[in-house]
């Protein structure tokens, strides 16, 4: 199978491209339409000295929401479920990633889950460090091990870009203060938060943090990276909140625990296989990349992925 991917990989990264004629760069970050809206990409790390890849690969671009399943895994390491899931819920929303809706709908007002924004917010309070770049530096740190690059950074200029016009962000963070979810500054969480979403990654560096994922939080050195249970909980959210209102459909098509960010990236894990890395910046309208859906599609079906 492995000696096949290069000339089939190449045939459905290109049937996939189609797509992003109908997709959308983000916008609402202005340094993400710098992108090029038909790129699409993917790596598939397996375990084995090779990575492959297809496509724009060399492309590198920021994690976005991807960050969110990191964050988690390393405040579930800081402090424990119960510390965590005392600040944030375990269910699905079937609503948009950033809505707020449900963050006064629901009593109490803790948010839903750690894969929307209110909840991911949540969850970044949580992480140690005694300022933003403390504890981004921690997040890096962290990240770096998960994939093995020890050279990944954040974008200052998509970081900034998306400080400066976070103002639901700002709005989803102050409501939560207000409700007694988070007590540190708003404007130093957000200055943390938007500079994890703008870490800089490869769809390479995706495929082999899947790939820790998918192996229960060893990487292909046998190393333990992540905690058993921290994998199988992130995991976990990945199917059920990690494509956030197409979550069930993905679920259907694809059937692969995965997570997106509206940079264009999706992190893959296929449990016990492999790890897969997407990157196509045209999104769909709920925010996930639109051609890079259609490659997983491609990829689940022709190498029977899918975990149902
Ligand atoms: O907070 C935001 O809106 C962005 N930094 C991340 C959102 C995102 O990636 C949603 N994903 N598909």
């Known amino acids: ?17 189609v797509h992003t004629e109908n997709g959308k760069l983000a916008d609402y970050i202005p340094a993400l339409t710098k992108a090029n ?40 390491i800081d402090h424990g479920e119960e510390v965590v899931f005392d600040k944030v819920g375990m269910e699905p929303t079937g609503d948009p990633f950033n809505s707020i809706v449900k ?49 990944l950074t954040y974008n200052a200029e998509v970081a900034q870009s998306e ?39 490869s769809c390479e560096d995706l495929a082999r943090i899947g790939y820790v994922l998918a192996n229960k939080g060893k990487n292909e050195d046998g190393i333990e990276v992540i905690p058993a249970d921290v994998a199988r909980i992130v ?22 625990p995965a997570k997106s960010g509206v940079a ?3 992190l893959c894990a296929v449990p016990n296989k492999m790890g897969i890395g997407i990157y196509g910046p045209a999104l769909d309208e709920k925010g996930n990349s639109i051609a890079g859906m259609k490659l997983l599609e491609l990829i689940s079906e022709r190498y029977e992925l899918s975990i149902f």
């Open 1 to 17: 199978m492995v000696c096949e991917y290069g000339s089939e990989l190449k045939r459905m990264v290109e049937v996939a491209r």
């Open 37 to 76: 809206p038909n790129d699409i990409a993917v790596s598939i790390f397996d375990g084995q000295s090779t990575c492959f890849s297809e496509g724009n690969y060399n492309q590198r671009f920021t994690l976005q929401s991807i960050s969110k399943i990191l964050t988690l895994a390393l405040a579930l």
């Open 103 to 151: 963050l006064e709908a629901h009593k109490p007002s803790k948010p839903l889950n750690p894969m929307i924004n209110a909840g991911a917010l949540a969850v970044s309070s949580l992480i140690l460090g005694e300022s933003a770049n403390e504890k981004v530096d921690r997040l890096i740190a962290f990240v770096c091990q998960l994939s093995g690059n020890d050279f």
């Open 163 to 201: 400080f400066e016009t976070a103002d639901l962000n700002r709005s989803l963070a102050y409501f939560m203060k207000q409700h007694g979810v988070i007590t540190e500054d708003v404007e130093e969480l957000l200055s943390f938060y938007t500079k994890q979403c703008a870490i800089e990654v």
């Open 235 to 256: 995991k976990t959210f990945m199917v059920t909140c990690g494509m956030y209102n197409a979550s069930g459909e993905f679920a259907i098509k694809v059937g692969i």
């Open 264 to 266: 264009g990236g999706i």
